[in-house]
Nanobody, 122 residues
Framework: QVKLIESGGGLVQAGGSLRLSCAAS????????MGWFRQAPGKEREYVAA????????DYADSVKGRFTISRDNAKNTVYLQMNALKREDTAVYYC???????????????WGQGTQVTVSS
């Protein structure tokens, strides 16, 4: 069982930056692949980024590539999402997720956090 708690969301102006954190409980964090997803009002949840358990592999949605960076610190049981050059369309609730495979589809992730709101103003 893995419990995930996101933090770091907030209100930021377009062009600004935020860093999201996702703290995980459990001694097996280092064996899970981690993903970030987001859901804007009235829209389906969408994939943002993923990182393998070893952090050797990362992947990004085209919409955030070059602006967002996913990383993890297995010693701290934490995964991060550094978001730069934020746009209004990045406004959403951001969720972290843990699963056994390095994949982009939400259905392959077993554990989810409660989400953190990111609002980008113009």
């Amino acid at each position: 069982q893995v419990k995930l708690i996101e933090s770091g969301g907030g209100l930021v102006q377009a062009g600004g930056s935020l860093r999201l954190s996702c703290a995980a409980s459990g001694r097996t964090f280092g064996t899970y692949c981690m993903g970030w997803f987001r859901q804007a009002p009235g829209k389906e949840r969408e994939y943002v980024a993923a990182i393998s358990w070893s952090a050797i592999s990362t992947d990004y949605a085209d919409s955030v590539k070059g602006r967002f960076t996913i990383s993890r610190d297995n010693a701290k049981n934490t995964v991060y999402l550094q978001m730069n050059a934020l746009k209004r369309e990045d406004t959403a609730v951001y969720y972290c997720a843990a699963g056994p495979q390095f994949v982009t589809r939400a259905r392959h992730y077993d554990y989810w956090g409660q989400g953190t709101q990111v609002t980008v103003s113009s």
